[in-house]
Each structure stands twice: as structure tokens, then as C-alpha cells.
């Protein structure tokens, strides 16, 4: 006779007697007292009190904090929803006023996407999101995790939602020893056992919080998780540990050179990026390609200077080195690329982050060879 390991046996019941045990209300209880204050969300006693969520708001601030902090994105968040009010307001807007309005949240992917949806969403739905999943998806930069976020937490629908949060939290409640990224699949079905057909939208928004402030990266302060008693990775000490993640690979590094070209009336020269690849779309100043090595590729016949010091950035694949390129050239000179931007209408905080280090470092008074 065929008998099935007792692990295979013992594992399963052991996970279905903990999903019994976790229970949504214990932490929507600890979320109507703990729930985080932020610019974009309705408080938990004023959705109870019939308030309900701005879907353009939960939108335009789950764009924002893809891979940005909740501090960094709440000045943001503030100003864009200040200017542009309304999804129509937004669509409306200018693209170069939105992207210099982004400029320094950076991966400007997203703020382009965010033109794009915004338009769709004022053409095709007269300005109000649509509340299906499937739906959300169709438009230019929602995907799963965005759908699922606007689903549950502007329409109180039961999607599951999970972030960085959520699966940090899962991978510690079910002791779930899979590294990053091959366990989404599995905690992401942990999570939507889980998430509960009463107030969906406040209980996804719980368990980031709980993940935010209590089951933090390090040292989590289980002492006071509403969830603790049920978690397996405090009970078997490996909380700590979780969730685990494939080793990083050492990111490369480019080369590249940044020219930085003043008119004798003090116009600026700069070109505006590419739409696709990176700080697509986005006005800086002429450089060389990023590569291995820099290669010189100068946008204007002048006479040269090198800045002592170079310009250091990291992206998401690469860190870059820029060095600096300064002249200075007469009214009638004609760049090879770009264009000259009078002085009253440069801006630097309009510069993508990188491009205003370039800025900043050459205004720094460094002394020029």
C-alpha cells in the first residue's frame, strides 16, 4: 500500500489551522487605532461614517509610490492634487509642466503613463475610473498590484492586494523559506485567503501598515503584532530571516559626459530626451551615450573646460559617472543638438534629479582646468 509522507500530510492541516486562526477583524481592530495618516487616504472612521475614497487620488498616489518612500512622495502628492485636482484637470495639463512636476520621484515612466491614463480615463470613461480589475488593467501603467489597490481600496472591492509589505508580512506569518521573487506566486495566495469580504479596502490597507510600522525589514516588533499569537515565524524564531531573497547581482557601471553650454545672454542649452528608455521624455543637458566607456560627442563647436569633479548616480540596473563639459559661447553660435532655453525660463528644479547634480556641481564654484 501507497502511504503519502507524513510532511505532505501535516503541512497543509498546519497552514488551514492557521488561516482559521487569522482573524481580519483582530486587524482591522489594531488598524481603527494604528491606521497611518496620509494625504491620499480616508481615515477608517470616516469611511465608516459613509466618506468615501477619491478614486483618482488613490491612483495618482499608488503610481507615486511605486518604488518611492510614503515620505518622499507626500509633498508630491500634494502639490500634483493642489494643481491638478481632478483626473480632467490632470489630462488637461501640459506634458512638460507634469514631467517637471514629477522631476525627482524619478522611473519617468510612470509620469508619462500617468499623462496617458489620464486621458484615456477622461476620453473614454468621462473621468471616472472604472471600478472592474480587469477593466483597470487595460489602462497604460496599471498593472496587477495597481488594479488590485484601486479595486479594493476606492471601491471597497475583495481584491488582494500585495506590495512589498504584504509579502514580507505573509513570508513571516506562514514561515514561507522560498526567496524573493519565486515566492509571489505563493504569497500572494496565502494573502487572498486571507483578505476578507468586509471592508476589503481598509483590511488592504492594514496589512501594509502592519508591514510599514510593525512587521518592519528589521527587528519587528512582535510584541505588539495583533497577528502574533498565528505567526509561525515568530514561534519558530525565523522572523527575522524572512521574507528570504536570491543574493543581488553587482550592478554595472557607465560612463558618460554632460556638456553644459551658457549663452552670452545666459541661455542654457538643453535637449529633451528620447520618449522611451530612461528620463524619457524629460528635458537635461546634451551628453554622450552611457556606456562602459565615455566617449566625447560635444553638441556645439566651443572651446572646452573640464570640471575637476564628476557627477555620481545610481538607477535601478547601473550606476553612472558623469564628467563635466563647461562653455561658453556667443548670441549667434548654433547647437548641434538641443536648444537654448532663455535664462527666465530655466528652471533647474525642473531638471530630472541627475541632471540637477550636474547643475548644482557646476555652480558649486569647482575649479575648472
Aim: one cysteine or more.
Amino acid at each position: 500500500m501507497h502511504h503519502t509522507p507524513a510532511k505532505a500530510l501535516v503541512k497543509p492541516k498546519m497552514r488551514s489551522n492557521l488561516r482559521e486562526s487569522l482573524r481580519s477583524d483582530d486587524l482591522l481592530a489594531w488598524y481603527d487605532f494604528h491606521a497611518r495618516k496620509m494625504p491620499w487616504r480616508v481615515p477608517p472612521e470616516a469611511r465608516r461614517n459613509g466618506v468615501i475614497p477619491d478614486a483618482y487620488r488613490v491612483w495618482l498616489s499608488e503610481i507615486m509610490l511605486q518604488q518611492t518612500t510614503v515620505a518622499a512622495v507626500k509633498s508630491y502628492f500634494e502639490y500634483f492634487t493642489a494643481r491638478w485636482p481632478t483626473v480632467g484637470d490632470l489630462a488637461a495639463a501640459e506634458d512638460d509642466e507634469v514631467m517637471g512636476a514629477w522631476a525627482g520621484l524619478g522611473y519617468y515612466a510612470r509620469a508619462r503613463n500617468l499623462l496617458k491614463c489620464a486621458r484615456v480615463v477622461q476620453a473614454q470613461y468621462d473621468g471616472k475610473f472604472p471600478n472592474d480589475r480587469t477593466e483597470l488593467l487595460t489602462l497604460p501603467g496599471i498593472g496587477p498590484y495597481t488594479a488590485a489597490a484601486i479595486s479594493a481600496i476606492a471601491f471597497d472591492l475583495p481584491e488582494t492586494v500585495v506590495d512589498g509589505n504584504v509579502e514580507r508580512v505573509m513570508a513571516r506569518l506562514f514561515d514561507v523559506h522560498i526567496p524573493l521573487p519565486d515566492a509571489k506566486k505563493e504569497l500572494t495566495q496565502l494573502a487572498a485567503q486571507l483578505t476578507p469580504k468586509r471592508r476589503p479596502g481598509d483590511y488592504a490597507q492594514a496589512v501594509m501598515d502592519l508591514g510599514a510600522t510593525i512587521c518592519t525589514p528589521r527587528n519587528p516588533a512582535c510584541g505588539i503584532c495583533p497577528w502574533n499569537a498565528s505567526c509561525k515565524g515568530r514561534v519558530n524564531g525565523t522572523a527575522n530571516q524572512l521574507p528570504q531573497k536570491r543574493p543581488k547581482l553587482q550592478k554595472p557601471t557607465r560612463y558618460g559626459i554632460i556638456y553644459y553650454v551658457e549663452r552670452c545672454d545666459g541661455a542654457v542649452l538643453l535637449e529633451k530626451r528620447p520618449e522611451t528608455g530612461l528620463l524619457g521624455g524629460m528635458l537635461g543637458f546634451p551628453g554622450s551615450p552611457w556606456q562602459e566607456i565615455a566617449k566625447d560627442a560635444p553638441p556645439i563647436h566651443a572651446t572646452w573646460r573640464a570640471l575637476n569633479d564628476e557627477v555620481r548616480h545610481t538607477f535601478t540596473h547601473f550606476h553612472l559617472r558623469l564628467a563635466i563639459r563647461m562653455a561658453e559661447v556667443g548670441q549667434n553660435a548654433e547647437p548641434l543638438v538641443g536648444s537654448f532655453v532663455p535664462k527666465n525660463a530655466f528652471s533647474p528644479s525642473a531638471l530630472p534629479t541627475v541632471m540637477r547634480k550636474v547643475f548644482n556641481l557646476v555652480k558649486s564654484g569647482d575649479k575648472l582646468t
